[in-house]
Structures are given as structure tokens and as C-alpha cells.
């Protein structure tokens, strides 16, 4: 079996692929590598430039239609040999000489995930988190971005359907609400690169505030089958569900008022606590309430605007 797969969907960048895929290979020297790139139906020549690869490590796939990044990644997972997985976006690099360490640390631990740190090129290093109560610390919101994680690949591994927007999140809580030990390994993994182009991250705060919101569902509903949702767990994910309700409620007051019942479901006695920056409001919502204030707040705002 191969060792290590490196999953990396494309779509419309030709440009940039060849700087990633070069970035993977020198890895080859050492590891029994494979990369699997997957095409999301590109409209420019990125699937001529993929055709024209002529390398043994590399497997090569396109999609019929396009189906968004976390459908190619899913098309990656099902074509992949690899007794471990990595993935890297097309428009990053990834940094060979760590992914060996990477794979070392998975084996020697017997680990399920490894996550590593990242650099910016907006010229900003990001250290690895440690884990040391899986469950606590997703619901404390610890994770990494896409190309910082290693995984021991596992057949229910998927990327959430039709979810483009912080998909990685959403994969890593999954995957590490499934694993019985995650190890890091500090350095960088991988660079994230400041390019031109659009990156998927770019969106409106309302439609990240709801995205936010069904990844915090989908974490309650598999703690629940699980038997994992404790009543300190309930009062985290309040919290939690809290963190964008702001948004919610400048944005989609309908969204906002059910959101709120069902953190009131989740902790009768809510208050908002460290998640809320604001003094004020933290102040306001234990003289008045959580709801009278966020009504409050959404008159000041549509009068200051």
C-alpha cells in the first residue's frame, strides 16, 4: 500500500498548480508518495496542463461538472491508496522536509491525526495547537486549516456535502471527534499563499455566520449519538452558537430568534461570557436579558446606519 496521499483539488488554476504539486514531490525522495489531483470541471486549460503531467507519482481525475472544492476533495479520498492523507489546496505549498516528520510522529504514536503549524504570507506564523481533551478543546474552537492536519485515512472520512464554506473546519471537528489521539508536531506544514486570485474564504459575514451555525449542529448531533453532550458541553456549544449570533441578528432576524431558543435549550441559565467582546453587552444582558439586548442592539445599529 502507498504510504502518504496528497489530495489536491483544482479548479481554474494552472498557473499555480505546478508551484504546489512541485512542493509535494521532493517528499517522493523518501516516502512511498502519491499525488491525486482532482479537476472540478475547470473552463481554462487547467486540465490540458494536468494531461500533459508526465510523472508516475502523479494520479490524475476530473469531474464531470463542478461540485465545489470539499466534492473533488471526497472524489480524492474515494481514488486514494494511501495508508495516510494529506491535503493541499492548489493555490499553497506544502513543506516536504515536515511532512516526513509528520509521518514519522503519526507512526511512531500511533496517532490518528497530526497537526502542525502554518506561515502566511501576509507574513504571519501560526504555532500548532496541542490537544489534550479532544472533545473540550474542538469545542473551545482549537483546530487547524487544511494542509496542517495529517490523517490516517479512514473510510468514513468525508468533506461535508455542498459545505464550501470553512469546510476545513467542519472536516477537522468531524475527523477529530473521531480520533483517540492527536499529536503535534511543531514547525511549519505549509504556506498559505497571498495571490491575486479569489479564495473561497472570501464571503459575506452572514453566510460564514451560517455555515458557523450548521457545523456547531452537525458537532451537537454526533457528541449526542455519541453520548458525549454532557451537561458542561451543553454550556460550551451556548456559547459557541453565541459567537456569530450578532451577525444573525443585524442580518436575519428569524435566524437570529431561532438560534437564540436553541441556546436556550442548550443552557437555561445563558449569559454571555468571554466570547462576547463587548463589555457593554455582556453588562446589558445580565441587567435585561440576552434577548431585550440584542434587540437593542439591532435598533442602535439600523439607526447608526
Known amino acids: ?49 494536468i494531461r ?11 469531474q464531470q461538472r463542478n461540485g465545489g472544492q470539499s466534492a473533488a476533495r471526497n472524489r480524492g479520498l ?5 495508508a495516510y492523507v ?3 489546496d492548489s493555490d499553497d505549498l506544502l513543506d516536504a522536509e515536515h511532512v516526513k516528520l509528520e509521518l514519522r510522529a503519526i507512526e511512531s504514536e500511533r496517532a490518528d491525526i497530526v497537526v502542525s503549524g502554518w506561515y502566511s504570507e501576509e507574513d504571519r ?26 490523517y490516517v485515512r479512514h473510510p468514513d472520512f468525508r468533506w461535508g456535502s455542498g459545505m464550501n464554506l470553512l469546510d476545513d473546519w467542519d472536516f477537522f471537528c468531524q475527523a477529530a471527534l473521531g480520533a483517540s489521539k492527536i499529536v ?9 499563499r497571498a495571490h491575486a486570485g479569489p479564495r473561497v474564504s472570501r464571503t459575506s459575514m452572514l453566510l460564514n455566520a451560517r455555515a458557523h451555525h450548521n457545523i456547531l449542529h452537525r458537532i451537537e448531533e454526533r457528541l449526542e449519538k455519541d453520548g458525549r453532550l454532557t451537561d458542561t458541553r451543553r454550556r460550551r456549544l451556548a456559547q459557541y452558537f453565541y459567537k456569530e449570533l450578532r451577525v444573525l441578528t443585524l442580518n436575519d432576524p428569524p435566524a437570529a430568534n431561532a438560534a437564540l431558543r436553541h441556546i436556550f435549550t442548550l443552557d437555561p441559565h445563558f449569559l454571555p461570557r468571554d466570547e462576547e467582546r463587548s463589555r457593554l453587552i455582556r453588562i446589558t444582558a445580565r441587567l435585561i436579558g440576552v434577548r431585550a439586548t440584542l434587540r437593542l442592539y439591532r435598533i442602535a445599529k439600523q439607526v447608526l446606519r
Open 1 to 49: 500500500m502507498t504510504t502518504l496521499s496528497v489530495i489536491i483539488p483544482v479548479y481554474n488554476r494552472a498557473a499555480l498548480l505546478r508551484e504546489a504539486i512541485d512542493s509535494v514531490l521532493p517528499a517522493a525522495n523518501d516516502v512511498d508518495l502519491e499525488i491525486v489531483i482532482v479537476d472540478d470541471a475547470s473552463t481554462d486549460d487547467t486540465w490540458d496542463f
Open 184 to 192: 503535534t508536531v511543531p514547525g511549519i506544514a505549509y504556506i498559505l
Open 86 to 88: 494529506k491535503f493541499l
Open 125 to 150: 506564523t501560526y504555532d500548532a495547537p496541542r490537544f489534550t481533551s479532544i472533545v473540550d478543546d474542538v469545542l473551545a474552537g482549537i483546530a487547524v486549516p487544511t494542509s496542517a492536519a495529517l
Open 78 to 82: 474515494d481514488e486514494a491508496r494511501g
Open 52 to 62: 500533459g503531467l508526465e510523472d508516475p507519482r502523479i494520479r490524475a481525475f476530473r
